[in-house]
């Protein structure tokens, strides 16, 4: 079976551009979450979507950062302008709501470098 | 607040056994988490405790002591390819879909 699926894997890109950051869950999976990894902060919960809704976004760190779930198989984790400090690894996580002994299952992550 | 705890680093031998801990403390509790993650990729599960005791896969066990709140992860024989980081996360008690991770433990296995 397929696990979670980002893209990209790495993205350099300049400060003030636009970022966007993708990711296909596990088919049947019915809850999406998006995390931030840093040394210094560890693995930080941004938002998360229960059957394609945000549920709570109290960890998304400003209004430059945006998230949506157009469908049960797709979402993206959009930054807009980017920052030097934005830069982290960005993983996108699936799992199955309601049951209690489900871990969440982690894509690949995105390295994001904004210099 | 939720607070998890963790060492940031430990070293052991190849073939030896290693206990890494986790204290917790949070609003709520339903169920802690392991999650191995070697350097350059993504977290993998581990294991799952959520009543106090004991589980145990394989040459990984992990143990829960509600009341302490408090886990620890055993590794048993120890092989290279267990260097990586080791994180806790607890699932929070009114919330099923959210967790709290610690920082992770780097284990490093030496020859």
């Known amino acids: 079976d397929a696990g979670v699926i980002q893209s990209p894997r790495h993205e350099v890109t300049e400060m003030g551009q636009e970022v966007t950051l993708r990711c296909k869950p596990i088919?049947?999976?019915?809850?999406l979450f998006w995390y931030r990894q840093t040394m210094m902060r560890g693995l930080e919960l941004l938002i998360y979507f229960n059957n394609n809704v945000p549920i709570d976004d109290s960890g998304m760190p400003e209004d430059r950062f945006s998230a949506k779930m157009p469908n049960a198989s797709f979402s993206t984790l959009k930054i807009q302008p980017s920052e030097p400090r934005d830069s982290a690894v960005y993983f996108c996580a699936s799992s199955l709501w309601g049951a209690s002994n489900q871990p969440q299952h982690f894509g690949d992550g995105t390295r994001l470098s904004i210099l | 607040g939720q607070n998890i705890d963790q060492p940031t680093e430990m070293t052991a031998t190849e073939g030896a056994i290693v206990q890494i801990n986790c204290t917790y403390q949070?609003?709520?509790?339903?169920?802690l988490f392991w999650y191995q993650q070697h350097a350059g990729e993504a977290p993998t599960f581990l294991s799952y405790n959520v009543l106090d005791g004991l589980e145990e896969k394989g040459r990984f066990s992990s143990f829960l002591s509600r009341s302490k709140g408090y886990s620890y992860l055993l590794l048993k024989e120890l092989q290279m390819k267990d260097s990586a980081s080791y994180l806790c996360?607890?699932?929070?008690?009114?919330?099923?879909?959210?967790?709290?991770f610690g920082s992770g433990t780097k284990l490093n296995v030496k020859p």
């Open positions: 949070t609003s709520g509790f339903n169920g």
């Open positions: 996360a607890v699932r929070d008690g009114n919330n099923f879909n959210k967790f709290y």
């Open positions: 088919s049947g999976h019915n809850s």
